[in-house]
Structure formats: C-alpha cells, structure tokens
C-alpha cells in the first residue's frame, strides 16, 4: 500500500507492480501527480544533467550522504532513459536543467500515471489517510471516509507541507510522530525572500541573469552562496539564486521561534559576477576616459536598467547615474563595492504557500538509506520530500523522490520474495 500518487509515490507503484508485486495506491486529491503538473512552470524540470555525485553534494552534507545509495542506484541518467522507454523524450536546458522534450509537464504525470495503470496498478483518487497504527504485523490506516485498510508492507511518501493547493497539508508529519518516530520541525524551502526596504520593491520586474549571492547572517558570516539568475519583487526577491538560499533563512527563523530576536540576514548580490573587484574598477576608469563623458548606466556599456544602476548609487551614497568623468576615486570605489555586493536586508520567506519544498520531515536517522526502511518498523518505508532532505532548483527534488522511490521499491519486492 503506498499513501500519496506524487513524483515518489507513482515511481514506486510501477516499480513495485511490474516486478508483480499487488499494489494500492491511495491519493488524497482527485488526481494523481498534481505538483508535477505545476512544476517548473508547467515544464517539469524532471531532473539534472549532473551526474550522482555532484547532484547529491547539492543537498548538504547530511543530505548527500543520506542520498548517495539511492542516487548511484537510479542516477539522473538513469531517470532520462525510464521516461524515454515511456515515450517521453528530454532534453537539456541551462543551468544543467532537464525537461520533457514537449515541455508539458502533463506528459511526465501521464507518462507515470499509465505506467502505473498498466502495471496493474490500483489508483484510488479522493482518499485521504487520516492515520496510521502498528497492528501485530500490519499496518491499519484509517481513512476519512469508509473502513481502515491493513497492509504487510506500507510506503508513505505524502510530501511536505508546502503549495497546499496541490493536497499537501503536512499529513504524514503527524503519522510518523504518532509512531514516535522523530520528525524535524517543517519550514519552507525554495521560496521568494521577504524584503521590506522600499528602494527593493520599487526595481520589481528586474531580473539578473548571471548574478552571484551570498546569505550572510547578522553576524556577517556567510551561510550560503550560489550563482544563479535573480528578480526584484514588489515584496523583495525571487528567482532560483534567491530561492536556493530561502530554506536556511527560515530553518533558522524556525528555530529561533522561541526566541525574543528573529533573526535576520543580508542577501548581498554580486551584479558582476563575470569580473572581478579590479577589472571593474578597470572598466570604470577606462570610461571615464572616452569622451563624452557618458553617465554611468551608458558607461557600463547599458548592461544595467538605468532603475537599477540609479539603486546601487544611492546605495553607495552617491549621485544617482553621474557622468563618469564626474566620479572620484572614492566613488569609484564604493560603486565596485556596491556592484560587487548589493545589500538587501532578508526578514524572511513569502512562506509554505509559495514554497516549492518543505525542508524538515522524517529524521534521516529513522530511515536506513539503503532501503529506505524505517528503522524501527519493517516493512514501513518513507521516502520522497516527507524525509528530511531538500535540494535546490534544478530537477534536484524530483531526483531525490524518484531515487529513493525506487530503493524502497526494490528492498520492498525483496522483502516480500517478489524479486
Ligand atoms: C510550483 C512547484 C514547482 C516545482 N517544480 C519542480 C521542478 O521543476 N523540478 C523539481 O525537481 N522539483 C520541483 N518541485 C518540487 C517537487 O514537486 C517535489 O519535491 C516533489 O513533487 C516531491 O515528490 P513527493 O512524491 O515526495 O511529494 P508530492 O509530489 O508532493 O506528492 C505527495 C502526494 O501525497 C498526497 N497526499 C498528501 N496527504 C495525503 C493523505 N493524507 N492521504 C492521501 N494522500 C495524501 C498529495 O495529495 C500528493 O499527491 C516543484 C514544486 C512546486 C510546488
């Protein structure tokens, strides 16, 4: 019995059913694989071109080595070559992204979803599970409507917490801890960041491509960098590089909540990630030597909205947009600074609502990631983004649910002498 028809949860029916095992596949919506329908953008970014290892280094020490048995098991290769026996053909995008080759995410849900059906397969839509008791050998999951269903052998892969809309509401937390099972408290991960200084809203609907930022506390430390493409918001910032570094802004929050101080951090944004500090230093000299004397937006070649260079100078304390030849070397030199870290105070995440992840979720501990058997309980498997594992954008998490789906698949059909 598996509980939740996402990404996991269907990757492991069809595992499980075509090998023959007889399975039941129980899902709280009226349809199965809602979040694949409405990940990356309707596109599904279903997985990375990055090979295991350098995928798993994505999710974080504990995370890649909790990860490492099922990413060698079923690689993001691996995961390319199932959809394309299923007719799905992919292809590569930037940022070492993979995509079905139609870019409807529909075709990877329906891809699953048939190969489910045809393995035999039983879905059973607009069932939720309300809970879940150890009975003798069996598992008995009470549901909100009709009779408890016992199974030898149970899969709870029911998600996180965040995107509600999509059927998850954080259900399966509470289960894992009625089995006193530790759970790592839930917080949203991959979501935009909460910025309440107006000089921010006000460059809403600007988007770096190439940018470089770095999560500082307010301590100074850096806690995380990446380079990624960037947006202002009219609430703050948004795009994969503000978005990555989300989860540790509100997994600290959440565990400062008992705290009289939430903390908070700085995202400082290297505009120009592709120099450095010197060649543009360099670059601002060379053009205060052309002639004209161009203002600074023109003199950086218009790389930059006018909006945005007009930001960073006053950010730098100095006139907006000046002419170049106008800039002294004491500007000059708070312009590089500011170019190459652009502040922004971060007071936290637009939260679950918004989150593509949950980070938080079942202790790694509890789970032996070779199997993804819970420890204390055989024939009890969790996997998928109900575990505390979360990466980045990137076709990270799907890798993550399908790798693990299929471990549990395998150990499960081994278990039961089915394989
Ligand atoms: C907007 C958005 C875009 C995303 N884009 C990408 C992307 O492009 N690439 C990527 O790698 N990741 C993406 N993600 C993340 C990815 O969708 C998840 O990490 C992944 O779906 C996790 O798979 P899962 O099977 O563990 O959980 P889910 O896919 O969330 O499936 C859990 C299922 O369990 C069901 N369920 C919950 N509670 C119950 C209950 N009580 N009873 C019965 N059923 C229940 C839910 O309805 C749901 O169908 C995106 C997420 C969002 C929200």
Redesign the pocket.
């Known amino acids: 019995m598996i509980?939740?028809?996402?990404?996991?949860?269907?990757?492991a029916a069809q595992a499980c059913a075509r090998a023959g095992a007889s399975v039941l596949l129980?899902?709280?919506?009226k349809r199965?694989?809602?979040?694949?329908l409405?990940?990356?953008?309707t596109?599904?970014?279903?997985?990375?071109t990055l090979d295991s290892n350098k995928a798993g280094r994505l999710f974080g020490p504990a995370g890649e080595r909790f990860l490492r048995p099922a990413l060698r098991n079923l690689t993001p290769q691996g995961v390319v070559d199932q959809f394309e026996a299923w007719g799905v053909p992919c292809v590569t995008a930037d940022l070492e992204?993979i995509?079905p080759e139609s870019q409807k995410?529909k075709d990877v849900r329906d891809a699953m979803e048939l190969a489910a059906r045809q393995a035999g397969v039983e879905i059973r839509p607009n069932?939720?599970?309300?809970g879940i008791e150890r009975v003798l050998d069996r598992y008995r999951l009470t549901?909100?409507e009709g009779e408890p269903i016992e199974a030898l052998t149970l899969m709870l892969?029911?998600?996180?917490q965040?995107?509600p809309g999509?059927?998850?509401?954080?259900?399966?937390y509470a289960?894992l801890r009625s089995l006193d099972l530790k759970v790592a408290p839930p917080y949203p991960a991959?979501a935009p960041l909460r910025s309440s200084e107006a000089w921010v809203h006000e460059l809403s609907g600007i988007a770096l491509q190439d940018a470089e930022v770095r999560l500082l506390n307010s301590a100074g430390k850096e806690l995380m960098r990446r380079r990624r493409p960037v947006m202002f918001t009219h609430k703050g910032l948004s795009g994969p590089a503000a978005m990555d570094v989300s989860g540790i802004v509100a997994r600290e929050q959440e565990r400062a909540r008992f705290d009289s101080r939430v903390p908070h951090f700085t995202l400082s944004i290297d505009l120009c990630a592709d120099q450095t500090w010197e060649q543009l230093r360099d670059e601002l000299i060379e053009a205060s030597r052309a002639s004209g004397s161009p203002r600074l937006a023109r003199a950086l070649g218009s790389r930059f909205p006018r909006r945005l260079v007009e930001a960073v100078c006053a950010q730098a304390g100095v006139p907006p947009n000046p002419p170049i030849a106008q800039v002294s070397k004491a500007m000059r030199h708070k312009l590089v600074e500011t170019f190459k870290g652009l502040c922004v105070l971060v007071e936290g995440t637009l939260g679950f609502d918004?989150?593509?992840?949950?980070g938080g979720g079942l202790d790694l501990k509890e789970v032996n990631p070779r199997t993804m058997e819970v420890n204390r309980y055989p024939g009890l498997y969790v996997?998928?983004?109900?575990?505390d594992v979360?990466?980045p954008?990137?076709?990270?998490?799907?890798?993550?649910?399908f790798s693990?789906?299929q471990l549990a698949a395998q150990h499960a059909l081994s278990s039961s002498g089915i394989q």
């Open positions: 509980v939740g028809a996402g990404a996991a949860g269907m990757w129980l899902e709280k919506t199965t694989g809602t979040k694949i409405a990940s990356g953008g596109r599904c970014n279903l997985t990375t992204k995509f995410a069932t939720r599970v309300m549901l909100e892969c029911s998600g996180g965040s995107f999509s059927g998850t509401t954080g259900d399966g289960w991959l918004v989150a593509e992840v949950t996997f998928g983004e109900l575990l979360d990466g954008i990137g076709g990270f998490n799907f890798q993550a649910a693990t789906a």
